[in-house]
């Protein structure tokens, strides 16, 4: 029943039942010219603790095991602009991606984090 109401309003309202959407990713190669070329959304989702030990200029900070971490991070985002994700290696940022996507922004999780991002710069 439930895939019959699918296919019924999917071709009326264009719903995609059942199928999430992938998050995308760049490399920290890519992130560093991004960042060279102009302001992005880049958004650190670590402790305060991983944050004192370094992170990447002009990144805005919200904990992700902050209990209220979605609401924090939308309000600190513009869902008109992508939404660049690091964490320490990718996993959190990865679970914090799929957060943000559900709420209607366009995200990237950058791979291999700050961990990456240190290695190479």
Known sequence: ??????????????????????????????????LSKGKIQLLDVRTPKEVKEGAIKKALFVNFFDKDFTEKAVKKLHKNKPVYLYCRS?????????????????????IGGYTKWKQEN
Request: hydrophobic share 40%; net charge positive.
């Open 1 to 34: 029943m439930k895939n019959f109401l699918c296919m019924f309003f999917s071709s009326f309202l264009f719903l995609n039942c059942g199928k999430k959407q992938e998050i995308k990713s760049i490399t920290t190669v890519e992130l560093k010219e991004l």
């Open 90 to 110: 990718g996993n959190r940022s990865g679970k914090a991606s799929k957060l943000l996507q559900e709420k209607g922004f366009d995200v990237y999780n950058v």
